[in-house]
């Protein structure tokens, strides 16, 4: 049984994840089309 802080972290970890997955590729499209 991993202990509760390992449990904590997956979750921040999986929170950050999902944040990245749905700001990261806009913003980089967005430059994408600014610079072209």
């Known amino acids: 049984m ?5 449990k904590a ?3 921040y ?3 950050l994840l999902v944040h ?3 700001h ?4 980089y ?3 994408s089309y600014t610079h072209e």
Do not use: L, V
């Open 13 to 15: 970890f999986n929170i």
């Open 2 to 6: 991993p202990p509760p802080i390992a």
């Open 29 to 31: 499209c967005i430059s």
């Open 24 to 27: 990261i590729p806009r913003h």
């Open 20 to 22: 990245w997955d749905t």
């Open 9 to 11: 972290n997956r979750m």
